[in-house]
């Protein structure tokens, strides 16, 4: 038998107190009603063999219960059984002696299999009942007596079977609850992880969001007012048209700030066409003194929100590089439409920083971010003097 729970130790005595009661009632009731049929001797013996047969069928069910294996529970209640008839036979089967063996029925339910049990209880009927009563009473009544024991039988296993039934369905009520605690358990501890993952994710985002939309336009504005610097010596009208360009751009980050804010998803792209949003970055890097030029092949059409956002944002940032640190005179920005995948190309002729330093800019890795995101790659290009080459590509 499997280890006791808390339930089955109390269920246990609880059994050993109904043993002890049912025993003592049944010799009670024997020796105050045949009191004259008992000398001093033989009263000692039998209340003698009957503490042995409580004895055994309480603290030695502990033994027999370790030991958890069918054979030697069939000891156990051999030995009860012919323990019993030895009683019965030596208290010749006075009053209510026959009652001690009905607490073998109910231990047979709830220790043994089913078939087990049936053979316990007919062994425990035939030699602890039938045999004895034959041998002290004769053979005629017997039959008739045993009938009524075996009634009395029955319905001690019936409801012992329901008694060892209520006992595995609170178990195994306990035993999911066990589980379900668990599971709710581990469902917390996944809910936290899933949060914890959300807020880095959309703080990585919106880092992402800061750099590109920001970070582009504080770029932008600043290069307008270097060039307005430059120029205002020789050239004021120009340098006063740089910085109306300026603030027109510092108007325009400002909108962008505003919707990222009022959406956290908010970019150019989200309200035009994606050729018509990059022509206008083209437009920029050209007043900006770049020759700048857009290409666009394929079958033009909208893709999915997340996807022309991820290419503006490369976009965006490529130009942005491009006036910051490449150093060149021209860039070509290409979209191609395939069938299965958009590929977004910028190249400069620009003095091409090492491929081992990209990994150091926020931009480019926010570019890559994006990409993954959407099952996309990102693919870059750089060799001293002789420019850099950005490629995104995006399913969709």
Known sequence: MQAST???????????????LTVGVAYLATLFSAADSFDLPKTAILVGLGLLYV???TAGTRLFDRLASVPAWLLYFGLETLLAMVILLFGSFYGS??????????????????????????????????????????????????????????????????AVRERKVRAEVERLAKELAQANEQLRRHAAQAEELATVKERNRLAREIHDSLGHYLTVINV??????????????????????????????LADVRRSIASLRASPADDRPLPEALEALVAECRTAGLVAGLEISGSPRRLAAQAERALFRAA???????????????????????????????????????VDDEPQGFGLLGVR????????????????????????????
């Not at 041998?135 to 005629?140: K, P, T």
């Not at 060039?227 to 360009?245: N, T």
């Not at 006036?323 to 910028?346: M, N, P």
């Open 224 to 253: 307008q007012l270097e060039a307005a610097a430059a120029v205002f010596s020789g050239d004021p009208q120009k340098s006063v048209e740089a910085i109306h360009k300026a603030q027109s751009l510092a108007r325009e980050g």
């Open 97 to 162: 002696f026959w009652i001690i063996t009905l607490p073998l029925v109910s231990q047979s339910v709830s220790a043994l299999p089913r078939r087990w049990s049936l053979l316990v209880c007919a062994f425990v009927v035939a030699f602890g009942f039938t045999l004895p009563m034959g041998l002290i009473g004769g053979w005629s009544s017997t039959f008739e007596n045993t009938l009524f024991f075996l009634a009395a039988a029955v319905f001690v296993a019936l409801f012992s079977e329901i």
């Open 6 to 20: 808390h339930a089955d130790r109390q269920l246990g005595r609880a059994g050993d107190w109904a043993f002890v």
């Open 55 to 57: 004895a055994i069928g």
């Open 369 to 396: 971010e994006r990409a993954e995101l959407l099952g996309g790659t990102v693919h870059a290009e750089a060799a001293p003097g002789s420019g850099f080459r950005l490629e995104v590509e995006i399913p969709g």
């Open 316 to 354: 965006q940032e490529g130009l942005t590089n491009v006036r910051k640190h490449a150093r060149a005179s021209r860039c070509d920005v290409r979209l191609d439409f395939g069938d299965d995948c958009t590929r977004l190309t910028i190249l400069d002729n620009g003095v091409g920083p090492a």
